[in-house]
């Protein structure tokens, strides 16, 4: 069974298994990528988990699911039980730039508390990140649902850093029929989901990322800076610097970027209040703004801004910001145009509860 198709991967293995394991019960499967024609199969996956609900309709797009096996920046991940080939999982690793993202893990429900999930979230992914396409990726970010402390305490065994919580961050919804049209998002009809971003950070970022840091001088921002620090070895080195408030009219260089299905709005970048008031104006029906403000001097007036506004602290992003291959760490804001947003969905594990807790004390007051 030979169905590698992802040039130039340095497989051990002679057969399609880039690793193998076992169940509790003994019974062996193994982890390979997928092909096109594996799209029927990952799909019925996406259907027994989530119905149609799923955010990204693609999925059930057979066709449409085929393309984007087939994208050479997309890792598709299948679990096989090699006795009968029968696929039981599914992950994906997603490259972008210099950065990884592992998600749509999903296990059947007959298979689920044998293993599985851990080996595909933490083993699994972490085998192909250290393949030839990864030499350049300086970090894997992980988003975990927020009341799922099991997976939690796997991607912080794994060597992941929790880095922010973010209030419902994630809905269920049949976008099937939802049409992209300029700047109407897609309303939330069922559930959503707090998430806690992980990061499990490579050595080649801490060599290209700067070590001063400038804040804002702000308790939540100080916190948050403060709580990624305690754990993340590599940062004890770190100079902080804190400034108030700049008086000058501040430095302007910032991007936007629309996710229609999930109704976020992303900024990146310096930003000043008379160009954000009316981006806030711009965007006011959308469920939720995240801005990710760099920490560099110039930075410090956007944190003053974000903060005058009702943005809250909800993250510590390190490296996040390429500048001449200089990276920055950045602070992220989160602002909910509507108010809604949801936090009584979020279980912590012990290393989270720190960061949870100083989140929760924002959004009360």
């Known amino acids: ?205 801490w060599k290209k990322r700067d070590k001063n840091v400038f804040l804002l001088d702000n308790e939540d921002l100080i916190f948050l800076y403060e709580y990624i620090r305690s754990q993340a070895k590599k940062m004890k080195d770190d100079t902080l610097i804190l400034k108030n408030k700049k008086r000058s009219k501040g430095y302007e260089l910032y991007g936007v970027s629309k996710d229609y299905y999930l109704a976020h709005v992303k900024l990146f970048g310096y930003i000043k209040e008379k160009s954000l008031n009316h981006l806030l104006n711009t965007y006011r029906n959308w469920r939720m703004i995240l801005w990710k403000v760099p920490t560099t001097e110039n930075g410090i007036s956007s944190m003053s801004i974000a903060l005058k506004k009702g943005f809250k602290v909800v993250g510590y992003d390190i490296g996040f910001n390429n500048i001449n291959w200089t990276l920055f760490d950045s602070i992220i804001l989160a602002y909910y145009p509507n108010g809604n947003y949801v936090l009584s969905d979020i279980n912590c594990s012990d290393t989270i509860k720190p960061l949870f807790n100083r989140i929760k004390k924002q959004f009360k007051t």
Request: glycine share 4%; net charge positive.
């Open 1 to 205: 069974m030979a169905t590698i198709i992802k040039k130039g991967l340095d497989l051990q293995e002679e057969d399609a298994y880039f690793q193998k394991s076992k169940f509790k019960n003994g019974q062996e499967y193994g982890l390979r990528f997928a092909i096109p024609k594996d799209a029927t199969i990952i799909s019925s996956l996406f259907k027994e988990s989530y119905n149609y609900e799923y955010p990204y309709p693609y999925v059930y797009d057979i066709e449409l699911l085929k393309k984007d096996i087939s994208k050479p920046n997309k890792f598709w991940v299948l679990s096989d039980l090699l006795e009968n080939k029968v696929t039981v999982g599914c992950a994906l690793v997603d490259k972008e730039r210099y950065i990884a993202h592992a998600g749509c893990l999903i296990v059947k429900k007959d298979f689920r508390r044998q293993g599985i999930t851990k080996n595909l979230a933490a083993a699994g992914l972490l085998t192909v990140t250290k393949m030839p396409q990864f030499k350049d990726v300086l970090r894997l970010n992980v988003e975990v649902r927020a009341p799922l402390t099991q997976v939690q305490t796997s991607a912080q065994n794994a060597g992941a850093i929790p880095y922010g919580i973010i209030p419902s961050h994630i809905k269920l919804t049949d976008n099937r029929y939802f049409d992209i049209n300029d700047n109407k998002p897609c309303s939330p009809q069922n559930e959503e989901f707090s998430t806690v971003l992980y990061s499990m950070i490579f050595r080649n970022l």
